[in-house]
């Protein structure tokens, strides 16, 4: 059976960052967060107690709530995390400047025998390894949106990713109860290359007044078997970040991925989908 890392650091405690946390917290690993500001700490701690509430009252939780959240703890500076930490997963925002220094910053403070990972959705994984000493130990874990609920880890391996940290990863990922696809590193992986075309298309199709977003959606979740539609899955995921992985694939991969004006429009109105309660649909938690 898969075994969990005994400790994991995870660096941001957002959305993404907190079910991360959430996740290898409830496999059984001590989880340390960094988040800076007592506030936004507060808030990542309340967000994993949330996640974990919500699992065990649809039994999807082996212990109790307290129990887990036990192993939790955060931490204010990226220097702080355990020196004996097993794997560290980055989590901040797509901004590959920000995503190197805090790699880096991470590996300076942990073991040589650490594995580190980011959940980049789609920056280049190679171009952030460069930024490490030990670029072996390093590899793409994207997690998905809710990260407790998902059941794919996609694994991003570069050149250089030592077969020894894919193995790891690939166990790590078992643990969690999740599926793996391992894929090479290029622009958009597997899944954000196609999840972020069939998005900016049904945007464009709203763009063009060809259907509502309701329409288009059922049209893929009827039609296709899809689980989510993809305006929908755009709320979820978050327009502005959207945005960003449509504007990175575009500079990478040309015209296809040029991002809609519409969408453009909606984040600089602070429309971002579910995180403001406006997207392409009124969300009301």
Not at 103 to 119: D, S, W
């Amino acid at each position: 059976m898969a075994a969990a890392p005994g400790t994991v650091g995870v660096v941001g405690g957002g959305r993404m960052g907190a079910g991360i946390a959430q996740s290898f917290a409830a496999a059984g690993s001590a989880v340390v967060v960094v988040e800076s500001g007592e506030e936004a700490a507060a808030a990542a701690l309340d967000r994993v107690a949330a996640g974990l509430r919500r699992a065990a009252e649809r039994g999807r939780l082996g212990e109790p709530v307290e129990r887990v959240l036990e192993r939790v703890t955060v931490t204010a500076a990226v220097e702080d995390l355990p020196a004996g930490a097993d794997l560290v997963v980055e989590a901040v925002p797509e901004d590959a400047a920000l995503k190197a220094r805090v790699l880096a910053a991470a590996e300076k403070a942990v073991g040589e025998e650490a594995v580190l990972a980011t959940n980049t959705s789609s920056l280049s994984v190679t171009e952030l390894a460069a930024a490490l000493a030990r670029p072996e130990r390093f590899l793409g874990m994207h997690f998905f949106n809710p990260v407790p609920a998902s059941a794919l880890v996609e694994l991003v391996v570069t050149g250089q990713t030592a077969d020894a940290t894919l193995r790891a990863a690939l166990e790590w990922t078992h643990a969690l109860g999740k599926q793996d696809v391992v894929v090479k590193d290029s622009p958009g992986f597997a899944s954000s290359r196609l999840g972020v075309a069939l998005g900016l298309e049904a945007i464009r199709m709203v763009e063009e007044g060809v259907a509502e977003p309701e329409a288009i959606d059922a049209a893929m979740t009827l039609g296709y078997k899809h689980p989510m539609g993809p305006l929908r899955l755009t709320d979820l995921v978050g327009l502005d970040v959207r945005l960003a992985i449509a504007e990175y694939l575009h500079a990478t991969l040309g015209e296809r991925f040029a991002p809609p004006r519409l969408l453009r429009e909606k984040v600089a109105r602070g429309e971002l989908g579910r995180k403001t309660g406006q997207g392409f649909y009124t969300w009301q938690e």
